[in-house]
């Protein structure tokens, strides 16, 4: 795939923190996680390796002017100092993990010493649709009879607002959730959901408050701090019997997990591609120019089992386009926004990112573990894990983790 | 209207303060806001005919352990602070403005004199459709091929998520937005939209952090700590082309008034009255018994003109039913949270609560000041009004009001 804009030049030296060089977090990735409870509660740490650093410790002292904003409980505050504040701090972090001259300095901590919380305080949360494919697969599910696409899908990048207050940190349990949906009569029943999914997707956060909107597609760097991985769970019965005519609510809001870890954009920089041509043409504020997406990969693993593998390239709408229509009509973003890309799919069966899809609307059952399957069932765990060509290697985005537990009896 | 719970024997004395007996606001009322700039930034504040109190400074001294709540910069503190902390302080406020004996230590300000904020942190908004004869009349009027209501209408109080950042106080100008709208030729084209909307609601404020979600509808008088006045204003042709499948976005999310004023539940106990009859019977997580709703009526002025008074009485969901639904799978409450009635519409044309209703779409022109009107036009103020019956006599909710300006040329 050609890419239309030079790759950045810079490529960092590999990092002496011991099985760094090589691995998925070396020099080039540096995401940020926030540590949970404990001695090292509320500072921010990177990740080399299998190590953890703390920022707060390791900004102590020579680098006073921003121990503040790496202690501060969340990436809130670092994120609000603004995008020459994120790129002194990845540069002097750089320096740190790759001179081997500040190794006597610094104390590492195994990575599964130290839990972690919530990255971010969520503002608003809204989930696209973003990726043809998916859109295309979901409207041929459940409306047969119908245009797979609505009429304005290709104009314009879908999208809905989610619940903000129901965000989790990869880790947290999904409790199965309860709700309405339609009985074989033709009258809801109520019980636990029978059709419980997965959908893997990015999530973009946005670091800048701009109280007027109005967000152009160029100003997506000095915008989104970075990029986390995103499990959007579903409940399908539930969903379907609720969403019209205002769109889903209830089949939704029980949970939306997220990596502990926020890649920055930066470490996406060799990642850059253009994306699939748009056709018809869009609207001016959502023309955009060169790499705008992203070549990320994620794999879902359901119950010990990769069920699929999802291309992020394949997206029709890009991060920038969904931020600028966010936007357009004035609407104020603030730290700590969340946009979801829609569950990412790709035109193979492999490639689908949700269950809905890998089992078409559950009449195709997949094979895990010798038995078939279609939706999730207590017990299982989802991991996404995403991954991206960084300068050095390839990197790992922020992994998403997360077991159903049992809801009520029925 | 039949009452099958007895009315709270309680009712206040009127107050001492002068022109408050008799007035829409006496100390049967006492709803609170929050002071904006100036020397009481941060204060909360009650109201009394025409003049304001600042609880902090009355507080000062004597209820030390109430201070700390009534300047903390927003009515989330004081929420937070549970239901027996509200009828605490409520009761004391009852006394200090009844009791002469306090008029001499109390220093009050005439309403003008100082500017109020958004009185609390939004933390996740959520919009319902609870009236019938608003979801029927915009069947109707958006659909007319089809039935009015979809089948889930009367089964689940169908509401999505709005956008909490967009939430502003009375008083703030609204900008007509920017956005896609479906042309003459069948694609989209973009420009300010031609038929801004507004929406008369209430609001329900959330006082309490429930993490499991899961709200009984008997548990609504201590998480509901209050009510707003709400304006939902919506740009009709932006959501007309956007809201299949995923529901409103852009066309909502531009701006979302409310009221400065909270009342408190506790004001509106003599305003309690049963549901209309919800036939079919719903499931029994919606069940609840007695005076469930509320006898409030909105008054509704577009450009110094009353176009509408809208009954509250008349919606076919309750808040408890809108606070159980919105919980049943999980989704946890915060502080903060605020949940919007929809629409409000009576039976009436003069008690449709938007102009989508009062103009049929835009196809029957309604009068003001002598011209024909549909839509919002640059310049028009709108003030919503709610009044409901109090212990002493009618009380004021809080005021909405906003005057729209002038988006990009088109």
Partial sequence: VPVTEPAPSGRPARSWVPGAAGSLFDADNLPYAVAGPGPLAGHVLTRLGDYLLDLAAAAHGSRSDLSGLLAGGSLNPLMAAGPPVWADLRAWLTDLVTDPGHRSGLSLLPVDEVPLRLPFEVADFVDFYASEHHATNVGRILRPDGEALAPNWKHLPVGYHGRAGSVVVSGTPVRRPSGQR???????????????????????VVGR????????????????FGVVGLNDWSARDIQAWEYVPLGPHLGKSFATSISAWVTPLAALEHARLP????????????????????????EVEVAGEVVARTPYAAMYWSPAQMLAHLTVNGAPLRVGDLLGSGTISGPERHQRGSLLELSWGGREPWTAGGRQRTFLEDGDEVVLRPTAPGALGRIALGEVRGTVVAGDAP
């Avoid at 748009?278 to 070549?295: C, H, I, N, S």
């Fill in 182 to 204: 339609l009985g074989q009569q033709g009258t809801p029943v109520f019980g636990p959901t029978e059709r419980l999914d997965l959908e893997a997707e990015l999530g973009f």
């Fill in 209 to 224: 408050d701009v109280p007027e909107g109005r967000v152009a597609t160029s100003e997506v760097g000095v915008t989104v």
């Fill in 275 to 298: 994306l699939p041509v748009q056709d018809p043409p869009v609207l001016p504020y959502l023309r955009e120019r060169g790499a705008t997406t992203y070549d990320v990969e994620v």
